[in-house]
T-cell receptor, first 116, second 112 residues
Framework: EADIYQTPRYLVIGTGKKITLECSQTMGHDKMYWYQQDPGMELHLIHYSYGVNSTEKGDLSSESTVSRIRTEHFPLTLESARPSHTSQYLC???????????????FGPGTRLTVL | GENVEQHPSTLSVQEGDSAVIKCTYSDSASNYFPWYKQELGKGPQLIIDIRSNVGEKKDQRIAVTLNKTAKHFSLHITETQPEDSAVYFCAARLGSNYQLIWGAGTKLIIKP
């Protein structure tokens, strides 16, 4: 069982509110990711990080921002939530091995966000 | 860039029968192909993966085959059981410094 946690699990919030989705992992993994997923549908990478102070934008354009001040923590923030942000947000982490090997991504349970 | 197509989007099979899900990729340089299973209310979990230097890999009731010439790979589940019901995702990656490109998912339904 992977040790990666997301809070809250469910969030219903009004338009214009600022929200932060929390993600923490206790495995010491360097790589972390945020995906956006409509239930049962394709995963879209919105942010990723190779380690502390590293953040990159993913393939899907997103109005959210992320930070990586500590290895274990990778929060995602929406400054002003809109109904179009309604979705499920999945956090994942993976270890970095020596070149030539491949890494498994470990996923958290997700945060289901609804913006009214 | 890399593109991954996954079929079918929904697959319904009788318990005990086999299930096959297929994916095609566009970039011949891709060298890593994992399969993830996502159960309701949970995040995806890796169930099997294959590298480009291998044609087939098995783990109990599941197997993955890779055809590099045709640029497609498939997940095979034999003797399906109710707990196999889930959404399955394939993915492909060019190398360890690249990100996974995901398929759109297949909802597998096991009929009792």
């Amino acid at each position: 069982e992977a040790d990666i946690y997301q809070t809250p699990r469910y969030l219903v919030i009004g338009t214009g509110k600022k929200i932060t989705l929390e993600c923490s992992q206790t495995m010491g993994h360097d790589k972390m990711y945020w995906y956006q997923q409509d239930p049962g549908m394709e995963l879209h990478l919105i942010h990723y990080s190779y380690g502390v102070n590293s953040t990159e934008k993913g393939d899907l354009s997103s109005e959210s921002t992320v930070s990586r001040i500590r290895t274990e923590h990778f929060p995602l923030t929406l400054e002003s939530a809109r109904p179009s942000h309604t979705s499920q947000y999945l956090c994942a982490s993976s270890p970095v091995f020596v070149q030539g090997t491949f890494d498994e991504q470990f996923f958290g349970p997700g945060t289901r966000l609804t913006v009214l | 860039g890399e593109n991954v197509e996954q079929h079918p989007s929904t697959l319904s099979v009788q318990e005990g029968d086999s299930a096959v899900i297929k994916c095609t990729y566009s970039d011949s340089a891709s060298n890593y192909f994992p399969w993830y299973k996502q159960e309701l209310g949970k995040g995806p979990q890796l169930i099997i993966d294959i590298r480009s230097n291998v044609g087939e890999k098995k783990d109990q009731r599941i197997a993955v085959t890779l055809n590099k010439t045709a640029k497609h790979f498939s997940l095979h589940i034999t003797e399906t059981q109710p707990e196999d019901s889930a959404v399955y995702f394939c993915a492909a990656r060019l190398g360890s410094n690249y990100q996974l490109i995901w398929g759109a998912g297949t909802k597998l339904i096991i009929k009792p």
